[in-house]
Nanobody, 122 residues
Framework: QVQLVESGGGLVQAGGSLRLSCTASGRTFTTYTVGWFRRAPGKEREFVTAIRRDSGITLYADSVKGRFTISRGNGQNTVFLQMNSLKPEDTAVYYC?????????????WGWGQGTQVTVSS
Protein backbone atom coordinates (compact mmCIF):
# COMPACT_ATOMS: atom_id res chain seq x y z
CA GLN A 1 0.00 0.00 0.00
CA VAL A 2 1.34 3.41 -0.91
CA GLN A 3 0.69 6.57 1.11
CA LEU A 4 1.47 10.01 -0.26
CA VAL A 5 2.37 13.26 1.51
CA GLU A 6 2.17 16.71 -0.05
CA SER A 7 4.31 19.72 0.86
CA GLY A 8 5.33 23.11 -0.48
CA GLY A 9 2.12 25.06 -0.32
CA GLY A 10 1.92 28.64 0.87
CA LEU A 11 0.80 32.18 0.18
CA VAL A 12 1.92 33.85 -3.04
CA GLN A 13 0.90 36.90 -5.04
CA ALA A 14 -0.77 36.59 -8.40
CA GLY A 15 1.82 35.96 -11.09
CA GLY A 16 4.12 34.20 -8.66
CA SER A 17 5.32 30.61 -8.48
CA LEU A 18 5.29 27.69 -6.09
CA ARG A 19 6.64 24.16 -6.27
CA LEU A 20 4.75 21.38 -4.59
CA SER A 21 6.23 18.00 -3.70
CA CYS A 22 4.52 14.64 -3.41
CA THR A 23 6.46 11.95 -1.56
CA ALA A 24 5.47 8.32 -1.25
CA SER A 25 5.95 6.01 1.68
CA GLY A 26 5.38 2.28 1.71
CA ARG A 27 5.60 0.72 -1.73
CA THR A 28 7.31 2.82 -4.37
CA PHE A 29 5.15 3.94 -7.25
CA THR A 30 7.61 3.30 -10.04
CA THR A 31 4.96 1.68 -12.19
CA TYR A 32 2.06 3.86 -11.15
CA THR A 33 0.57 7.13 -12.25
CA VAL A 34 0.74 10.02 -9.79
CA GLY A 35 -1.98 12.62 -10.02
CA TRP A 36 -2.51 16.06 -8.55
CA PHE A 37 -5.99 17.28 -7.71
CA ARG A 38 -7.24 20.41 -5.98
CA ARG A 39 -10.29 21.52 -4.03
CA ALA A 40 -11.17 25.19 -4.01
CA PRO A 41 -13.44 26.59 -1.28
CA GLY A 42 -17.03 25.53 -1.91
CA LYS A 43 -16.15 23.41 -4.93
CA GLU A 44 -15.66 19.76 -5.77
CA ARG A 45 -12.16 18.33 -5.97
CA GLU A 46 -10.90 18.59 -9.55
CA PHE A 47 -8.13 17.05 -11.60
CA VAL A 48 -5.02 19.16 -12.22
CA THR A 49 -2.36 16.94 -13.77
CA ALA A 50 -0.87 13.44 -13.75
CA ILE A 51 2.34 11.71 -14.77
CA ARG A 52 3.31 8.12 -15.51
CA ARG A 53 6.23 7.29 -13.27
CA ASP A 54 7.77 4.87 -15.79
CA SER A 55 7.39 6.76 -19.09
CA GLY A 56 7.02 10.36 -17.96
CA ILE A 57 3.88 10.80 -20.06
CA THR A 58 1.80 13.67 -18.67
CA LEU A 59 -1.78 14.87 -18.73
CA TYR A 60 -2.99 18.38 -17.81
CA ALA A 61 -6.30 20.05 -17.19
CA ASP A 62 -6.96 22.85 -19.66
CA SER A 63 -7.06 25.39 -16.84
CA VAL A 64 -3.39 24.84 -15.94
CA LYS A 65 -1.88 23.87 -19.29
CA GLY A 66 1.13 26.04 -20.08
CA ARG A 67 1.45 27.28 -16.48
CA PHE A 68 1.92 24.11 -14.42
CA THR A 69 4.52 21.39 -14.96
CA ILE A 70 4.53 17.97 -13.35
CA SER A 71 7.83 16.10 -13.16
CA ARG A 72 9.49 13.09 -11.59
CA GLY A 73 12.17 13.44 -8.97
CA ASN A 74 15.53 11.75 -9.31
CA GLY A 75 14.57 9.27 -6.62
CA GLN A 76 11.84 6.72 -6.88
CA ASN A 77 9.33 8.30 -4.59
CA THR A 78 8.91 11.99 -5.38
CA VAL A 79 6.86 13.91 -7.91
CA PHE A 80 6.88 17.68 -8.24
CA LEU A 81 4.31 20.22 -9.38
CA GLN A 82 5.84 23.49 -10.56
CA MET A 83 3.17 26.18 -10.66
CA ASN A 84 3.94 29.41 -12.50
CA SER A 85 1.85 32.46 -13.37
CA LEU A 86 -0.44 31.68 -10.47
CA LYS A 87 -3.91 33.20 -10.42
CA PRO A 88 -6.29 33.81 -7.52
CA GLU A 89 -8.53 31.08 -8.96
CA ASP A 90 -5.70 28.58 -8.35
CA THR A 91 -6.31 28.99 -4.61
CA ALA A 92 -7.14 25.54 -3.27
CA VAL A 93 -5.95 22.62 -1.21
CA TYR A 94 -3.76 20.52 -3.48
CA TYR A 95 -3.69 16.73 -3.13
CA CYS A 96 -1.64 14.01 -4.76
CA UNK A 97 -2.58 10.37 -5.11
CA UNK A 98 -1.49 7.19 -6.88
CA UNK A 99 -3.31 5.60 -9.76
CA UNK A 100 -2.79 2.59 -12.01
CA UNK A 101 -3.54 4.24 -15.34
CA UNK A 102 -3.41 7.72 -16.82
CA UNK A 103 -6.78 9.14 -15.89
CA UNK A 104 -8.38 12.36 -14.68
CA UNK A 105 -11.02 10.47 -12.67
CA UNK A 106 -10.72 10.95 -8.93
CA UNK A 107 -12.11 7.52 -8.07
CA UNK A 108 -9.25 5.86 -9.99
CA UNK A 109 -6.71 7.11 -7.44
CA TRP A 110 -5.79 6.02 -3.93
CA GLY A 111 -3.32 6.78 -1.16
CA TRP A 112 -4.51 10.38 -0.81
CA GLY A 113 -2.44 12.71 1.33
CA GLN A 114 -3.78 15.38 3.68
CA GLY A 115 -3.23 18.10 1.10
CA THR A 116 -1.28 21.34 1.11
CA GLN A 117 -2.88 24.78 1.00
CA VAL A 118 -2.05 27.12 -1.87
CA THR A 119 -3.34 30.68 -1.57
CA VAL A 120 -2.88 33.20 -4.37
CA SER A 121 -3.60 36.81 -3.49
CA SER A 122 -4.68 39.37 -6.07
Amino acid sequence: QVQLVESGGGLVQAGGSLRLSCTASGRTFTTYTVGWFRRAPGKEREFVTAIRRDSGITLYADSVKGRFTISRGNGQNTVFLQMNSLKPEDTAVYYCAAGRTMTATESDYWGWGQGTQVTVSS
